[in-house]
């Protein structure tokens, strides 16, 4: 935290939580995707639910969607511009249990070149975020760091290789977590880094024995 | 960030620094950015505080049609010569409802700590830039000022209405807009924290109980009592009165009051003014156009 978290942040109002949070979880959610969104299917759960539309919590998400910064006075406007971009939106209901954050979202994305993505995120209080799921797989992080995501079947090695290949890019590793299904069943890592993941290094990845999908989060514009 | 209002006057005695000084110093050491940049920052912040004043639509309501047109209704009200409180006080509270209006209506202003209370601030800062000429620079160093001051009600208890009720938000932001208003009058270090703090002591226990959750009703009128409280705090403590609490557990009382505040006082739009008939009826009828 620093001064400009207590005078600030600039912002479209009404809400920290419920506007500016909304701008960043789809912020977020366009930079996993890499690329242009052009459907978008968003389940509101509790608080966001009951609450908003009267925050304009729909409008803001789908502004995020299509790149634009919380204090983008565009925001009250996107669902117009939403439909000259060509990104079709639906709003709906969900109940994600007494587990999820009062302020989350379910949302089913698919871009431009037809990849499809689940991201299930909340809005923790005073615009700060949460990503707590990806394609149905527990992914906690807050979206300040450069992210990998890495979904691999759960073998022995896996994690070696992801992070040996840090190590050789001189990336260094905020935080990490690991879950899986099961035993031997399907595996996810979450890494927050210091520094941004070569491209290169991305798709490396991508081609090993037992990687079943890469998705990285660049805080680089798109 | 501070821990204590008191090692900020202390830092200012040791140093022979003024009350931004310290707090721009101390911040600038732990971004790793330098002075320049940071103040280059603020004074963005500023002319978003004076843009959100300035970009008022008078004839716009919010989304739910709660709030909006009432900071002209009041403006109609002074310029016709009617007001018991004056020009200085009048501009303040009008420009405490264009912003916090503004910021139901979907527009674009600075949470000051919060979007909730983002209009105590520019109320305060803006009608006495208007009445003594400051400049944008002194202006700027104000901010420092009351950042330190929200820097530290952040770190020693809270800012936001869900854990501390609306004393956290609109009590911060009169505090906060109380100890710039000292600094820009020519008060000491210590004249600053008090200041702040006989204005915090005034809105202890306000609760955060807004009707259908939403920032509109009460939130948009009490950004009218946090500035004029704020102002009012400051002649406090510039004529010399000082809070017989110190100023720090002032803060602190702020904090353990918060956590005695049962939760349908804190945001969740369950208790007091969103509990009443009319409050009730105003939330379902909202639910029910969702």
């Known amino acids: 935290m620093n001064i400009f978290d207590i005078t600030g942040p600039v912002m479209v109002g009404p809400s920290s939580s419920h506007t500016a949070g909304a701008v ?199 | 960030m501070y821990h204590s209002l008191e090692e900020i006057t202390e830092v200012c005695r040791e140093e022979n620094l003024p009350f931004w000084k310290a707090v721009i110093l101390e911040d600038c050491k732990e971004e790793g950015i330098t002075e320049e940049e940071s103040m280059e920052r603020m004074q963005e912040i500023y002319t978003a505080m004076r843009d959100s004043d300035r970009n008022y639509d008078p004839d716009l309501y919010s989304a739910s049609g709660l709030v909006g047109t009432d900071a002209q209704k009041l403006r109609v009200y002074h310029e016709g010569g009617e ?21 139901a209506c979907m527009k674009r202003i600075v949470a000051a700590p919060t979007a909730g209370s983002c209009g105590v601030m520019p109320a305060v800062l803006i009608s006495l830039q208007e009445k003594y000429n400051f400049t944008d620079r002194k202006m700027v160093e104000s901010l420092y000022v009351a950042s330190g001051i929200g820097g530290v009600i952040a770190m020693r208890a809270c800012l936001a209405g869900a854990e501390g009720g609306c004393q956290a938000e609109i009590g911060s932001a009169s505090a906060m807009a109380s100890g710039a208003a000292v600094y820009l009058l020519g008060g000491s270090p210590e004249a600053i924290i008090h200041g702040s703090a006989m204005a915090l002591s005034s809105l202890l226990g306000l609760v955060c109980d807004p009707v259908a959750g939403l920032v509109e009703v009460p939130c948009v009128k009490r950004n009218v009592i946090g500035a004029l409280n704020a102002v009012s705090s400051a002649d406090l403590s510039l004529a010399g009165i000082r809070s017989r609490i110190p100023p720090d557990e002032v803060i602190d009382a702020m904090k353990s009051i918060g956590r005695s505040l049962p939760s349908d006082l804190k945001e969740t739009g369950r208790g007091g003014l969103a509990a009443t008939a009319e409050g009730q009826k105003i939330r379902d009828l909202l639910h029910g156009i969702r």
Request: proline content about 2%; some cysteine; charged content about 25%.
């Open chain 2, 83 to 103: 007001s018991m409180v004056g020009d200085f006080c009048g501009r303040i509270m009008e420009r405490a409802l264009r912003v916090a209006e503004s910021n």
């Open chain 1, 24 to 222: 960043k979880i789809g912020n977020v959610c366009r930079k996993l995707t890499g690329e242009k969104i052009t459907e978008a299917d968003i389940l509101l759960h509790g608080s966001f639910l009951a609450t908003g539309r009267g925050h304009g919590t729909d409008k803001a998400l789908v502004a995020g969607l299509m790149g634009f910064a919380v204090d983008d006075s565009r925001i009250p406007d996107s669902f117009r511009i939403a439909e000259e971009e060509g990104l079709k939106y639906r709003f709906g209901a969900i109940d994600l249990g007494e587990e999820a954050h009062p302020n989350s979202v379910r949302l089913n994305l698919t871009s431009k070149s037809g990849r499809k993505l689940e991201v299930q995120a909340s809005s923790i209080g005073g615009g700060r975020i949460m990503i707590n799921q990806i394609d149905g797989l527990e992914a906690n992080f807050s979206g300040d760091l450069p992210t990998l995501i890495v979904h691999n079947l759960d073998q022995p090695g896996h994690v070696a290789e992801v992070t040996s290949m840090l190590e050789h890019k001189s990336v260094n590793i905020a935080t990490m977590q690991l879950y899986r299904s099961g035993r031997g069943g399907h595996a996810v890592m979450v890494i927050e880094c210091d520094q941004e993941i070569p491209r290169e290094s991305l798709k490396w990845l991508e081609h090993l024995e037992g990687i079943e999908k890469v998705t990285y989060y660049s805080l680089q514009e798109l």
